[in-house]
């Protein structure tokens, strides 16, 4: 091969790994799969998608549109992943978000870490791919740990997954943020002289006004929908700590929020410690496990980084390439959890089944309809254009 067709090939592989990080990253934003609920009591005037949510790589989110029609006025759109929960408790079913929890942390870092990998199946310089790798890992897994460890990690996070959080805990939340934003009313006698006193011209400024101020100040600084959503949480949270639901308080990090969040999930509608104990307890272990083998993944790929060819390195294009297979074994697989796992304070007693994974199906007078949306297409699209990058690569090193 001369220099100039294996500079063609390297250039034209180089192209399509840079379609590759772009498509990555509109699929991490774009959602993957919508599940509907329709039924004779959801009529389609209403509800014309039926009870709709969006699987997202981050979080679950409301799939219902504001319906603008003249006999139905909505001020904002229908919460249809509170309906949908509503719904499947009643035969004993989990809160939506009870599923994929590990998933959903850690799906930015998840990402990140593929497109890594397709930055370092791009690279033909053995040297090069282990510096750039080595380099990328390491911020990834520092990002990672502050996230998941560190105090106040929480607020690396996406605002798309802070937002499936709060979305999850209904009314909760909004009700604590509410509560702060309460007009603070001074009565009795320090109300009338205070009173008295602005009436003769005279400024009056208490203690509370001036702690208003700040708060205030701080809030206009950090003008953050995120921000104030995680204070939201915070808030929440803080109310389990001084109730004696949770034991520590709060620190911010990922895993607190994370471990707290899916508890109170468990048991929004079936509050029963002797099951819910032992999951979170096994979801903080999950998370271990996921990091360190996170760590230990980078570990060898940057081990097989350092030679052109062998199976560490076609890994590199392989685990991005099978990102679909990925995602339909995960949904598949925590479908069968939520179908198996039914608690038995639910109002109806149901025998343990498989929600459909895709297409339609039925569970009692719920028609349930279960399809790829955008982010899966893209998905589709991705693996060609690996494997056309793979196949260009590895002509060029069978001829090299």
Same mark, same amino acid.
């Given at each position: 091969?001369?220099?100039?067709?294996?500079?063609?090939?390297?250039?034209?592989?180089?192209?399509?790994?840079?379609?590759?990080?772009?498509?990555?990253?509109? =699929?991490?934003?774009?959602?993957?799969?919508?599940?509907?609920?329709?039924?004779? $009591?959801?009529?389609?005037?209403?509800?014309?998608?039926?009870?709709?949510?969006?699987?997202?790589?981050?979080?679950?989110?409301?799939?219902?549109?504001?319906?603008?029609?003249?006999?139905?006025?909505?001020?904002?759109?229908?919460?249809?992943?509170?309906?949908?929960?509503?719904?499947?408790?009643?035969?004993?079913?989990? %809160? =939506?978000?009870?599923?994929?929890?590990?998933?959903?942390?850690?799906?930015?870092?998840?990402?990140?870490?593929?497109?890594?990998?397709?930055?370092?199946?791009?690279?033909?310089?053995?040297?090069?791919?282990?510096?750039?790798?080595?380099?990328?890992?390491?911020?990834?897994?520092?990002?990672?740990?502050?996230? =998941?460890?560190?105090?106040?990690?929480?607020?690396?996070?996406?605002?798309?997954?802070?937002?499936?959080?709060?979305?999850?805990?209904?009314?909760?939340?909004?009700?604590?943020?509410?509560?702060?934003?309460?007009?603070?009313?001074?009565?009795?006698?320090?109300?009338?002289?205070?009173? &008295?006193?602005?009436?003769?011209?005279?400024?009056?400024?208490? *203690? &509370?006004?001036?702690?208003?101020?700040?708060?205030?100040?701080?809030?206009?600084?950090?003008?953050?929908?995120?921000?104030?959503?995680?204070?939201?949480?915070?808030?929440?949270?803080?109310?389990?700590?001084?109730?004696?639901?949770?034991?520590? %308080?709060? $620190?911010?990090?990922?895993?607190?929020?994370?471990?707290?969040?899916?508890?109170?999930?468990?048991?929004?509608?079936? $509050? $029963?410690?002797?099951?819910?104990? %032992?999951?979170?307890?096994? +979801?903080?272990?999950?998370?271990?496990?996921?990091?360190?083998?996170?760590?230990?993944?980078?570990?060898?790929?940057?081990?097989?980084?350092?030679?052109?060819?062998?199976? +560490?390195?076609?890994?590199?294009?392989?685990?991005?390439?099978?990102? *679909?297979?990925?995602? =339909?074994?995960?949904?598949?697989?925590?479908?069968?959890?939520?179908?198996?796992?039914?608690?038995?304070?639910?109002?109806?007693?149901?025998?343990?089944?498989? %929600?459909?994974?895709?297409?339609?199906?039925?569970?009692?007078?719920?028609?349930?309809?279960?399809? *790829?949306?955008?982010?899966?297409?893209?998905?589709?699209?991705?693996?060609?254009?690996?494997?056309?990058?793979?196949?260009?690569?590895?002509?060029?090193?069978?001829?090299?």
């Amino acid at each position: 091969m001369n220099a100039v067709t294996r500079k063609k090939q390297t250039l034209i592989v180089a192209a399509l790994g840079l379609v590759a990080l772009g498509l990555l990253a509109v =699929i991490f934003y774009s959602p993957i799969w919508w599940v509907s609920l329709t039924a004779p $009591n959801y009529p389609e005037e209403a509800f014309p998608d039926g009870v709709r949510i969006h699987f997202h790589m981050n979080g679950v989110f409301n799939g219902c549109q504001k319906v603008e029609k003249a006999e139905i006025h909505e001020d904002i759109a229908l919460d249809c992943v509170h309906e949908m929960d509503t719904i499947n408790h009643y035969v004993g079913m989990y %809160p =939506i978000a009870a599923g994929g929890p590990v998933e959903r942390g850690l799906g930015q870092f998840l990402m990140v870490f593929m497109g890594i990998m397709v930055v370092g199946f791009v690279c033909t310089k053995p040297k090069v791919r282990v510096a750039i790798m080595g380099v990328g890992f390491a911020g990834l897994f520092i990002w990672m740990y502050l996230t =998941i460890y560190g105090d106040d990690g929480f607020r690396l996070q996406n605002a798309g997954y802070v937002e499936a959080m709060v979305t999850s805990m209904d009314q909760e939340a909004a009700d604590a943020s509410e509560e702060d934003d309460s007009e603070i009313v001074i009565g009795g006698i320090v109300g009338a002289l205070k009173e &008295s006193l602005e009436e003769s011209g005279v400024v009056v400024e208490l *203690p &509370s006004d001036k702690e208003a101020k700040t708060d205030g100040a701080s809030a206009a600084g950090a003008d953050s929908h995120k921000l104030r959503m995680i204070q939201q949480l915070k808030q929440t949270y803080e109310k389990d700590f001084e109730q004696g639901r949770v034991s520590e %308080p709060w $620190n911010g990090s990922n895993f607190q929020v994370m471990t707290w969040h899916y508890g109170k999930s468990l048991g929004r509608y079936f $509050n $029963n410690p002797e099951e819910i104990v %032992p999951m979170v307890a096994n +979801l903080k272990i999950a998370i271990h496990v996921v990091i360190a083998g996170l760590a230990g993944a980078m570990l060898l790929l940057l081990f097989g980084a350092r030679k052109n060819g062998g199976i +560490l390195y076609w890994l590199l294009v392989l685990v991005p390439m099978a990102l *679909p297979l990925f995602f =339909i074994i995960d949904y598949a697989a925590w479908l069968w959890w939520y179908g198996h796992t039914l608690n038995a304070m639910g109002a109806f007693a149901v025998k343990p089944f498989m %929600p459909t994974v895709f297409g339609d199906g039925k569970v009692a007078q719920f028609a349930t309809h279960s399809y *790829p949306y955008t982010g899966f297409f893209l998905m589709l699209v991705l693996s060609p254009v690996l494997a056309v990058a793979a196949l260009i690569r590895k002509k060029q090193f069978k001829e090299n």
